[in-house]
């Protein structure tokens, strides 16, 4: 675990705060180096698939020109979904270090043992919590600001 | 359930084979119209992520210029593995009919029950098991032929 890569996740996650996402932000390292980033764009590109994890793998296997990314690891600042959970396991990704536990829907331990499963083709070791405070800041933030706009609105129209 | 989308979707499944990937093709119908087709490209893109199903939604949202796909649904020759169980849901695709069940890792009801869990944020009803034998003897064809060029291989290397 290195700090510094959590913290260009939360730099991440920010970015996608910027442009009015949910900010969710991923950074995969490859030989103690950063090969891709990524940030929540399903807003903005109208695609659900677009989350933070899948952008930068998808980076990352355009970078490495090959869909195993043997040896990478991946910080994200939340949880990872079914979705995202899967592709990790499909990319063959070693080690996933998350912040904040998506305790509804996640898929490293909340919801199902995606990552860590024995049976699927590959298993990932993960670490949760790291920055779980701040990550998880982010969020509720967002979402505290979206409950507070939208009740302005409906007072707003009769 | 309509025969002829799962016969487009075993049409894409060759389009794979062609190709020599994994064989498996997925087809996204709205409105009884087809709105996106898609066959995996794994090999030929070298991403992970490039799945039937998610190159399927992915161009079925351009299409509709929404990631919401409500009332979508999918036709595709293998049962999702998490990766595309968990888009299907992310998407909020309404149905889902599959063919092949995948025992390992498939996650409509083999592994875990991602499309149907009433914990996440949406739930897609499945059909699965169409088109069945058919579906199932296009990858294990493939993967026979793999195992025997193999074997021809290591019986002319030394």
Same mark, same amino acid.
């Given at each position: 675990m290195d700090a510094k890569f959590m913290e260009l996740a939360i730099k991440e996650a920010k970015?996608?705060?910027k442009r009015?996402? &949910?900010?969710?932000?991923? +950074? !995969? &390292?490859?030989g103690g180096k +950063? !090969?891709?980033?990524g940030h929540n764009l399903t807003e903005s590109k109208k695609i659900a698939t677009r989350h933070a994890e899948m952008i930068a793998?998808?980076?990352?296997?355009?970078r490495l020109k090959s869909w195993r990314l043997d040896g990478a690891e991946i910080y994200v600042t939340l949880e990872p979904c079914a979705m995202c959970a899967g592709a990790i396991v499909n990319a063959r990704i070693k080690k996933v270090?998350?912040?904040a536990y998506e305790k509804k829907s996640g898929c490293a331990e909340?919801?199902?043992p995606v990552l860590t499963d024995a049976g699927l083709?590959?298993?990932?070791?993960?670490?949760?919590g790291v920055e779980e405070e701040r990550c998880s800041a982010l969020i509720k933030n967002y979402f505290a600001a979206k409950r507070k706009e939208a009740k302005k609105i409906?007072?707003?129209?009769?």
């Open positions: 970015k996608a705060l009015d996402e &949910v900010p969710i932000g991923a +950074v !995969i &390292v490859s +950063v !090969i891709a980033k793998i998808e980076k990352a296997s355009r270090y998350f912040g909340s919801k199902y083709n590959h298993s990932a070791e993960f670490v949760g409906s007072e707003i129209q009769p």
